[in-house]
C-alpha cells in the first residue's frame, strides 16, 4: 500500500512544482525504521529533483528545502512535514498507515509490495532465465549449489512481478570431455556398476581416464576420435552418450525436487550441433569469419579491426566450441520463445564469455543481444561435511538435514512433528540459501555449518522459526479473517514499527529487480522477524478484549503472509512447525 501513500504526497508536489505526480513517485524513499528514534516515513531528496530538472540548481539547496516543506501542506494522509538536511520528511497518520495496510494484507490476491506503481515503469514481458546447466555423467557438485539458488530467485522474483518466465537448465552435454569419458569408459567401465551408482560410477571412470592420459598419449588422441565420432552422429558413441544423458537427468532431478527447483525446459549443448554449423556459415557469409595461423576460425572483438582480441568459434579440426553452441542456444531460443530478455546465472569467472557472446550476437546483427544478461557469483570456500571435503550436492543436502534434525531434538521448543525429517530437510535448505544470498553475489564467502544453522541471528532457520511461531499464534487464536478490526487499536510503536517496515517492501523488489541481488530481499526479512519478535513479545493475544484481541492478531497474520510470500521469492518452503 507505499503506492497509497506515494501517490498522495506526489500530488501534493505536483500541484505546487506543476510535474506530473509520475515524477515524484519515484524520488520518494521509504524510511528506515530506526531503534534510536523515530523515524518519519517517507522521504524525499531534493537534490534528486535539482538533478531531474524539477527545480532550479540555482540558490542553496538547504534553503529551497526548507521553502519547498513551508509551501506543502498537511491533510489527513500526511500529517507532519519537515525539513531536514536537504530533504523533506513526511509522517503519515498513524490509524491511515494502518489501516491502508491492512487492507491490502487482507486482499484476496495476495501480491502485497508487487502491485506498488514503482513497477508501472518496468516492461512486463517474457523472461528466459538459464541456471543450474550442470555437466552431464558428473554428479551434482556443490558448485552448482549457487547457480541452482540464484537462478531460481531471479526466476520467482521475475515471475512474482508479472512476467512470464521460461527456466532453462542447459546441460552440458557435449564437448571433447565426452571423447574422453567415452574412451574411460569403453576401457574402465562397468555396467553393473553404472546401474548401480551411475554418477558416481562415471565420475570415478572419468577420474581414472584422465589419469591414465598424464602418460599415455594414445589416450588423447583415442578421445579425440571418440568425439569427432559424436560429432557426425556414429551409432556406437551416440548410444553410449545418450545412455550418460539420460542417466544423469534422471539423477538431477532428484537433488532438484529435494531443493523444491522446477525447469520449464532441459535443454543442452547437444541440440545446437547443425545450428552451430549454420551459425558458423553465417559469420563467413558476412564476412566476420577469420582464420588463424593454427587453422582455428574466430571472430575478430577487437575495436580497431587488428585481432588484438577474438573469441574461437571452431577448432583447427573443424570441432565445435561452447561458445559457438552458445551462439546457436541464443538465437534458436529467440525464435521459438521471443523472449524480452534473457538472463545466464554462471561464476564469475565466465564473464569475459559472455561478453564476448553478447557482441558476437550484436555484431552477426541481432539486436535483441542489448537484452541479454550475464549474472555472476562467486565461490564457497571451506564447504566440508564430517566426512571430510564435500565434492557432491547431495551430500550438503544430506549434512544439512541430520544436523538440522539433530539441533531440533536437542531444542526445547521443537513442537511433536508428523514428519521431522522432512521439517528437517526445508529448513536445513532455509539456511543454506540465506548464508548464501546474504551478501553481494560477486563475493567469495567461507561457509559455516555453526553459524549458518544458529536459530537465533540473521539466519535461515531464524526466517522460519519466525514464520512457524507465527503460524503457531494464528491457529491458537484463530484465523482472524471474520469481523471489521479497528486500526486505532493498532497504534503502539511496536505495532508502528512493522506497519513503517512494510512500507519499504515494494522498494526492496523494486532495487532487487534491477540489480537481481536477493540480499534485499533477506535484509528485509529478518528486520521484519527482529521487530516481528518485540511485537510478539508485548502485543499479547491472548486474555485480551475481543476487538483487542482480532487486531493484533490480524497484525500477526499480515507479518507471517509477508513472510511466507518473501521466503517463496527466495526459494524457500516455509514451515508451519518446527
Known amino acids: 500500500m507505499a503506492s497509497f501513500f506515494r501517490r498522495s504526497i506526489a500530488s ?16 520518494l524513499s521509504a524510511v528506515p525504521v530506526s531503534k534510536k528514534h523515530l523515524s518519519p516515513d517517507f522521504r524525499l531528496s531534493v537534490s534528486t529533483l535539482i538533478k531531474n530538472g524539477v527545480i532550479s540548481p540555482k540558490g542553496d539547496i538547504q534553503s529551497q528545502t526548507e521553502a519547498l516543506a513551508k509551501e506543502l501542506e498537511q491533510d489527513s494522509v500526511v500529517e507532519e512535514i519537515s525539513a531536514g538536511r536537504g530533504v523533506i520528511n513526511f509522517k503519515l497518520s498513524r490509524k491511515v498507515l494502518v489501516e491502508k495496510i491492512l487492507q491490502q494484507l487482507g486482499e484476496r490476491d495476495f501480491r502485497f509490495g508487487a502491485k506498488s506503481e514503482l513497477f508501472a515503469s518496468l516492461e512486463k514481458g517474457t523472461t528466459l ?9 558428473k554428479k551434482f557438485h556443490a558448485g552448482h549449489l549457487r547457480s ?76 579425440r576420435t571418440f568425439f569427432r565420432q559424436l ?25 532438484y525436487k529435494r531443493l523444491g527447483v522446477q525447469f520449464d525446459v532441459y535443454s543442452g549443448e547437444s541440440f545446437h550441433q547443425e545450428q552451430a554449423r549454420e551459425v558458423v556459415q553465417q559469420l563467413q557469409t558476412q564476412g566476420l569469419l577469420k582464420t588463424t595461423e593454427r587453422g582455428t576460425n574466430v571472430v575478430d572483438l577487437s575495436p580497431s579491426g587488428d585481432m588484438s582480441r577474438y573469441a574461437t568459434v571452431l577448432r583447427s579440426d573443424g570441432t565445435s566450441l561452447y561458445i559457438t553452441r552458445d551462439i546457436a542456444a541464443a538465437i534458436n531460443r529467440k525464435e521459438n520463445y521471443h523472449f524480452d530478455e534473457m538472463i545466464y546465472v554462471t561464476d564469475k569467472s565466465q564473464e569475459t564469455h559472455f561478453q564476448q557472446l553478447f557482441q558476437i550476437l550484436s555484431t552477426m546483427g541481432h539486436p535483441w543481444a542489448e537484452r ?180 493484533r492478531l490480524r497484525l500477526f497474520i ?16 516455509p514451515v508451519k512447525k518446527m
Request: charged share 20%; with cysteine.
Open 372 to 551: 541479454c544478461r550475464h549474472v555472476g557469483f562467486g565461490l564457497i570456500q571451506g564447504m566440508k561435511t564430517r566426512r571430510g571435503e564435500v565434492v557432491f550436492l547431495e551430500d550438503v543436502l544430506d549434512e544439512a538435514r541430520s544436523r538440522m534434525l539433530k539441533n531440533m531434538s536437542l531444542s526445547k521448543t521443537t513442537k511433536q512433528l508428523d514428519d521431522p525429517e522432512n521439517t528437517a530437510e526445508k529448513v536445513g535448505i532455509s539456511a543454506l540459501i540465506v548464508q548464501d544470498f546474504k551478501g553481494p553475489l560477486t563475493s567469495d564467502y567461507t561457509f559455516d555449518w555453526d553459524r549458518m544453522l544458529q536459530a537465533h541471528g540473521d539466519t535461515g532457520v531464524f526466517l522460519q522459526y519466525t514464520h512457524a511461531r507465527l503460524c503457531s499464534l494464528i491457529q491458537r487464536y484463530g484465523d482472524g479473517a471474520g469481523g471489521a478490526c479497528d486500526p486505532s487499536l493498532l497504534l503502539e510503536p511496536r505495532s508502528i514499527a512493522v506497519f513503517q517496515h512494510l512500507l519499504r517492501y515494494d522498494e526492496v523488489l523494486y532495487q532487487a529487480s534491477q540489480d537481481l541481488q536477493p540480499k534485499h530481499v533477506v535484509n528485509f526479512l529478518l528486520t521484519l522477524c527482529h521487530l516481528a519478535g518485540s511485537a510478539h513479545r508485548e502485543l499479547q493475544v491472548g486474555e485480551r478484549t475481543q476487538n483487542v484481541a482480532q487486531a
Open 129 to 137: 532465465v538459464e541456471f543450474s546447466s550442470p555437466n552431464i555423467a
Open 12 to 27: 501534493k508536489l505536483s500541484r505546487i512544482l506543476g510535474q506530473s505526480e509520475e515524477v515524484f513517485i519515484g524520488a
Open 148 to 223: 541452482t539458488m540464484i537462478g531460481n530467485f531471479i526466476a520467482n522474483l521475475k515471475a512474482s512481478l508479472g512476467n512470464d518466465v521460461i527456466r532453462v537448465n542447459y546441460l552440458g552435454d557435449w564437448g571433447m570431455q565426452f571423447g574422453m569419458l567415452g574412451v574411460g569408459y569403453q576401457r574402465f567401465g562397468c555396467q553393473e556398476q553404472l546401474k548401480k551408482n551411475p554418477l558416481q560410477h562415471l565420475f570415478d571412470v572419468y577420474v581414472q581416464v584422465n589419469r591414465e592420459a598424464e602418460t599415455c598419449d594414445d589416450i588423447s588422441q583415442a578421445a
Open 558 to 573: 499480515g507479518i507471517c503472509s509477508v513472510l511466507a510470500s518473501g521466503m517463496r521469492v527466495l526459494g524457500m518452503t
Open 231 to 255: 560429432e557426425k552422429h556414429e551409432h556406437p558413441a551416440l548410444s553410449l552418450w545418450q545412455q550418460f544423458r539420460e542417466i544423469t537427468v534422471e539423477e538431477y532431478q532428484k537433488v
